[in-house]
């Protein structure tokens, strides 16, 4: 930004100064000095100031107009929007270096800049602006800072949203084919039942029927090797062919399943008779799906209320933010809502303390840590490894353990893992916010989390107060 830059008029550049906020009572002497020392660039509107990387090195007032520095061309990706009148760029003690985004002009626009190589004599003669304007580093780390935890939330929200649309729709699915065949089934029940009243069967004939129906619908269901299964099923479709019943192919799986083989066909074909036995074995195969299909929807919607109960309790919602938390709870709700990206080829140890006190903390930010830690242990290990989840009791706190059997995480990376902003991912993957956020939330809770590392072995170990030494409030 600091090329072809042309001197400013001092008379005119004080005037506009003086409009500005931060510089408006400032005495003559000390604007005449800002005015001989600043130097003013125009842009274009949608022109580029400065690409992101580049270096840092102005003090920048914006006189007229409007810019907007953002990082990656994805809209979500806008780190900051200044107009005209606001102070920004590099800002004395500041430990910036290089542009964190691109930076360019949403309204032609005139700025004034001071080169950072002036601060120190700033800062001697006026030390008035020097502390407004470490004032206004403070305001834009915070207001940076939200943006992007704000920013961390929803991406984290939207990763979360994803994978449980995946694990809901795979059940919720389940239940809609079984309710589609449960209905088509029904009405095979029914045609059969009408055939089989037409026959002339005795009272025992009847009963004989229920009972090889309710003995088989009462048999669980047999469980072998697939060559087997397939050849036991050949078997009764083969004996079903040579009876003339249709569609062996349908009735033999049912039967199978359920412990039926030829031997106890024929004796029910021995005292019913070849007539009925087909309108009989139809019925019977299609009871015997029915009750399958039944299992398959009780199944599917049990998956479906175990995620949401999961979720509820995972965000304690319409519960006080401050109340006494099961831990132990609280991982596995993590796990279930996280299921989707370790259940392919990650291995969950769990290793819980029997009797683990609860502890008195805000349950939805607690959760946000093991998110983040299992999380990223996932991806450390790229969806394939051993997770081990451990939780202990240390005199008059509880520790709770997350490690990984991945490569470890490098001996440059690993101080500053905690630092905000950083981030060994790419562009629009991450924020560097997430362990930063951690660290926050266990200050909030008098806490404190500690990491080791090497090649097959990291692990984040967190310490929290079983109870709270004072009133904390939320980060949220």
């Known amino acids: 930004m600091a090329n072809n830059l042309t001197s400013a008029t001092s008379s005119s550049l004080i005037e506009d100064l003086r409009k500005i906020q931060v510089f408006a009572d400032l005495p003559q002497e000390h604007l005449t000095w800002l005015a001989d020392h600043f130097q003013t660039l125009r842009f274009q509107q949608g022109e580029i100031m400065a690409r992101e990387g580049d270096p840092l090195d102005h003090l920048v007032v914006i006189l007229e107009g409007e810019i907007r520095i ?19 760029g590099m800002l004395p003690y500041s430990r910036l270096t290089h542009y964190a985004g691109t930076s360019q002009a949403v309204l032609p626009t005139r700025v004034a800049l001071l080169h950072k190589g002036l601060f120190p004599e700033l800062l001697q003669r006026i030390p008035q602006l020097g502390q407004r304007l470490v004032a206004l580093m403070a305001d834009r780390i915070r207001e940076t800072t939200k943006m992007e935890t704000q920013r961390d939330k929803l991406m984290a929200l939207g990763k979360l949203s994803a994978g449980l649309a995946h694990e809901l729709n795979n059940p919720a699915a389940a239940a809609q084919r079984a309710t589609v065949n449960l209905r088509e089934t029904l009405e095979t029940v029914r045609d059969a039942s009408i055939r089989l009243a037409r026959h002339a069967l005795s009272v025992e004939q009847r009963e004989l029927i229920i009972h090889f129906e309710r003995e088989a619908g009462q048999t669980p269901t047999i469980s072998a090797d697939p060559l087997a299964q397939s050849d036991r099923e050949e078997r009764i479709s083969t004996w079903l062919d040579g009876r003339h019943v249709p569609d062996p192919w349908k009735i033999a799986p049912a039967l199978a399943d359920a412990g039926v083989d030829v031997p106890k066909l024929e004796s029910l074909a ?49 519960q006080s933010a401050m109340k006494e938390v099961d831990l132990r709870q609280g991982l596995e709700n993590t796990l279930t809502i996280l299921q989707h990206r370790w259940k392919g080829g990650v291995n969950v140890v769990r290793d819980y303390a029997e009797n683990l006190p609860r ?89 404190e989390i500690r ?8 692990r984040f170990q967190v310490y929290l107060p079983v109870t709270q030494p004072k009133a904390s409030a939320s980060i949220a």
Request: aromatic share 6%; proline share 5%.
């Open 451 to 458: 990491v080791s590392s090497h090649p097959g072995d990291t």
């Open 270 to 318: 021995s005292q019913v008779g070849d007539e009925v036995i087909c309108d009989a074995l139809i019925r019977i195969a299609s009871i015997l799906t029915i009750s399958k299909l039944i299992s398959e929807i009780e199944i599917s919607t049990k998956r479906i209320s175990d995620l949401v109960g999961a979720i509820k309790e995972y965000s304690y919602m319409d």
């Open 70 to 88: 953002q990082r990656g061309p994805s809209p979500d990706g806008l780190i900051y929007r200044g107009f005209a009148g606001q102070v920004t």
């Open 359 to 447: 502890i008195c903390a805000y349950g939805g930010e607690l959760n946000q840590i093991w998110t983040n830690l299992i999380a990223n242990a996932i991806e450390a290990m790229q969806g394939k490894g051993e997770l081990r989840v451990r939780t202990a009791r240390e005199l008059d706190r509880v520790l709770v353990e997350i490690g990984d059997n991945g490569p470890g995480i490098p001996p440059d990376v690993l101080p500053h893992i905690f630092d905000p902003f950083f981030t060994t991912k790419g562009v629009g993957e991450g924020t560097g916010l997430g362990l930063d956020t951690a660290c926050r939330i266990i200050r909030s809770h008098h806490g």
